[in-house]
């Protein structure tokens, strides 16, 4: 046996305020709940954060090859908080050697009788059943300009409507999620969390890559969808509405999240299709176990990339990030920097500070002293990044999305929003891999 952890976080709504003095119910399920072992109750700080939880897990080595063994555990979380409906998550990932972060966003409630939204967690689709993706033609047509020009460049799109579904299903619902939550959660879907840093990057480029392609040609909304993306393999990515995803994958996508690839010459991110390399082949394709064994060699991201996809790709930025205030001013701001980037950094965590009184307020005077790197320091501890005290390209746009969150000052602007969605007690036996057994401790009646 081995040991992960568990951080959860509880926010109000879909914004990014806070819930303190949330009750936290977390049980093992399946082999990893011993009998006679008592369910362990944790409390959210000011941040809505609860302290790192130590869970069981099966061995690290059932991740770094394929195995018929399911190489994480499972656990079951009920969050409360007086009037909130409360939230229970089911089969929650829990890896060796790895934070896993769980999300939970509780809707406010007058009523008295609080009905619970259910979230059911699908297996990572290296252990689950999926249908492997349906090949397409890389290369796509522009949508012909109406009412508005086709974009010159690639933008990163502030949310992605994701379609819960094959594209035809018009009864599966759609979610507008914010887009680097929607990267990290496909990455904590596809992959191990396990695996080497250089393959974790690998994958998460062909992430983006696809899912920005799908946005810049309007692949579906082109074809009168109302939506973005879809989360069926057949045709896109898995994608597990509220699943929890991992730290060191989180950190990765805040540092390249608006970084993809594409051909030579060509203007359009790479539709970058994969798959497994072991259940299916797929010749021209990134396969997930192959740029495993690349990255245990010690190959850099891009060599594992044109391993799969030739040498004739770059890697190449978005320059805009649709929804930020303030675009990153091209340089990492560390002791000693002055000017009006220090002034916005100041002024946020000053904003932020607010809803996360952790966070020191500093004098905004345009000067980046130790106060500003203290306060930065809190923010990256908080929001699970690196703390170095340095605002680089992840931290800037990392403290812009939280600004923007606690300030309300970016609506949904879809009508597809996220919404307050429940669902009737079901079986979670047809979401365990493997058969694995489910020990129930949730009284769905209440």
């Known amino acids: 046996m081995a040991i992960g952890r568990l951080k959860i976080q509880a926010f109000r709504g879909n914004e990014y305020i806070p819930l303190d003095n949330s ?13 006679g072992t008592q369910d362990i109750q944790v409390t959210t700080d000011s941040s809505g954060t609860t302290p790192e939880v130590e869970l069981q897990t099966p061995p690290i080595e059932y991740s770094q090859v394929p195995t018929d063994q399911v190489p994480y555990s499972l656990c079951d979380i009920k969050i409360e908080r007086e009037g909130f409906a409360p939230v229970f998550i089911r089969g929650s990932q829990i890896f ?12 406010e409630t007058r009523t008295a009788r609080q009905e619970g939204q259910i979230i059911l967690i699908q297996p990572n689709r290296l252990v689950g059943n999926f249908p492997p993706k349906i090949p397409e033609d890389p290369e796509k047509p522009l949508p012909p300009p109406v009412g508005t ?53 690998a994958n998460v480029y062909c992430i983006v890559s696809f899912t920005l392609n799908r946005i810049y040609t309007e692949w579906y909304r082109g074809k009168g969808k109302n ?22 994958i989180s950190s990765i996508v805040d540092e390249i999240f608006a970084t993809y690839i594409k051909r030579f010459g060509r203007k359009q991110p790479l539709l970058t299709q994969y798959c497994d390399g072991q259940k299916v082949q ?14 245990d060699q010690g190959r850099a991201p891009y060599e594992i990339l044109t391993n799969f996809y030739g040498t ?9 990030v649709e929804g930020i205030p303030t675009s990153y001013p091209g340089y990492t701001l560390t002791i000693g920097a002055r000017g009006e980037p220090v002034r916005t950094v100041q002024e946020f965590l000053n904003r932020i500070a607010e809803n996360y009184p952790l966070i020191p307020k500093v004098p905004v005077d345009g000067v ?12 990256q501890s908080v929001f699970n990044l690196p703390q170095t005290g340095n605002v680089d ?50 009284d769905d009646q209440n």
């Open 23 to 35: 009750r936290i119910t977390i049980s093992q399920v399946g082999e990893f709940a011993t009998p």
């Open 96 to 107: 060796p050697e790895r934070i896993a972060l769980q999300q939970a966003n509780l809707q």
């Open 149 to 201: 020009v086709v974009l010159p460049e690639p933008v990163v799109p502030e949310f992605v409507v994701v379609h819960q579904g094959v594209p035809d299903d018009p009864a599966a619902p759609n979610y507008t999620v914010r887009y680097k939550d929607y990267i990290k959660n496909v990455a904590s879907s596809e992959i191990f969390a396990t695996w080497p840093d250089t393959t974790i990057r």
């Open 227 to 248: 939506f973005d993306i879809t989360s069926s393999t057949a045709y896109d990515h898995a994608f597990s509405f509220g699943r929890n995803i991992y730290d060191n």
């Open 282 to 295: 797929c010749p021209g394709w990134l396969t997930q176990w192959g740029s495993k064994y690349l990255g």
């Open 312 to 320: 004739d790709i770059e890697l190449r930025r978005a320059e805009e």
């Open 368 to 379: 980046y002293g130790p106060a500003t790197q203290e306060a930065v320091k809190v923010f």
């Open 393 to 442: 390209y992840a931290t800037w746009y990392r403290i812009s999305d939280i600004y923007v969150g606690v300030t309300k000052i970016a609506e949904l602007r879809r009508s597809s929003g996220i919404e307050r969605i429940f669902f009737p007690p079901i079986s979670y036996d047809s979401y365990r891999p493997n058969n694995t057994p489910h020990v129930p401790y949730f």
